[in-house]
C-alpha cells in the first residue's frame, strides 16, 4: 500500500533562515510526488511536482525539492524563507490504478517568525 | 478561466437538516473529487469521480453522497447532517495528475 509520512508537524522558523520540510513515502509503483502549500483560509495549490527526469525539482516561490529515491524521500526546501511563507504543506504521492487519487501526508505547519 | 468554485462558502445547519455542495470546474477536466480538512488529520478523501455519470467511495464516504450528472459539475450531499461532519470540504479536479483546487466550503453543524 503506498504512504506519505510528513515527519514534522510544525517547523517554526525565522525570517530569511533556510528551511526543509521532510516527507517519506511508500509506493511499490511508479512514484509521481508533489508538494502543495494552503494559505490561511485559502485552498490547496501546487507547489511543484516530480514525474520523471531530474530529480530536483523548482516550484514556485523559490522552493526545490529532491526526490531521493533509494531513502523513499521528497523533501522540500527554501533557502530563505519569507513571513508570506507561513502556511501548511502537504506533500503526496499518485496513487496506482487509474483513478488519479493523491494519497496524502497529514501537512507541516510552517510558521515564519520576524 | 474561474478554475474550481465551490458553493457555498460559508453554511451553519442544525443536526438532521439536508444540504447539497455544488462544485464545478471549466477546464473540461475528468476525475473530481471532494475532500475533508479537519485539525490534525490532513484531507481525507470522501468520494470521486472518474467521469460524467460516474462515482466511486473514498476513504470517509458515510453520510454523505454524490452525483456527476454533468461532467463540468460535482455535487456533495449531505442527507441528515451530524455535529460531526462540521469540517472544511473541499473538491478538487484533474485531468492527469495535478489537481486543482476549490477555495472550499467551511460548514458547521450544530
Known amino acids: 500500500a503506498q504512504s506519505v509520512t510528513q515527519l514534522d508537524s510544525q517547523v517554526p522558523v525565522f525570517e530569511e533562515a533556510p528551511v526543509e520540510l521532510r516527507c517519506n513515502y511508500s509506493s511499490s509503483v511508479s512514484v509521481y510526488l508533489f508538494w502543495y502549500v494552503q494559505y490561511p483560509n485559502q485552498g490547496l495549490q501546487l507547489l511543484l511536482k516530480?514525474?520523471?527526469?531530474s530529480t530536483l525539482v523548482k516550484g514556485i516561490n523559490g522552493f526545490e525539492a529532491e526526490f531521493n529515491k533509494s531513502q523513499t524521500s521528497f523533501h522540500l526546501r527554501k533557502p530563505s524563507v519569507h513571513i508570506s511563507d507561513t502556511a501548511e504543506y502537504f506533500c503526496a504521492v499518485l496513487g496506482a490504478g487509474n483513478n488519479r487519487k493523491l494519497i496524502w501526508g497529514l501537512g507541516t505547519s510552517l510558521a515564519v517568525n520576524p | 478561466n474561474a478554475g474550481v468554485t465551490q458553493t457555498p462558502k460559508f453554511r451553519v445547519l442544525k443536526t438532521g437538516q439536508s444540504m447539497t455542495l455544488l462544485c464545478a470546474q471549466d477546464m473540461n477536466h475528468e476525475y473530481m473529487y471532494w475532500y475533508r480538512q479537519d485539525p490534525g488529520m490532513g484531507l481525507r478523501l470522501i468520494h470521486y469521480s472518474v467521469g460524467e455519470g460516474t462515482t466511486a467511495k473514498g476513504e470517509v464516504p458515510d453520510g454523505y453522497n454524490v452525483s456527476r450528472l454533468k461532467k463540468q459539475n460535482f455535487l456533495l450531499g449531505l442527507e441528515s447532517a451530524a455535529p460531526s461532519q462540521t469540517s472544511v470540504y473541499f473538491c478538487?479536479?484533474?485531468?492527469?495528475?495535478?489537481?486543482?483546487f476549490g477555495p472550499g466550503t467551511r460548514l458547521t453543524v450544530l
Open positions: 478538487a479536479s484533474s485531468l492527469t495528475d495535478e489537481q486543482f
Open positions: 516530480y514525474l520523471s527526469g
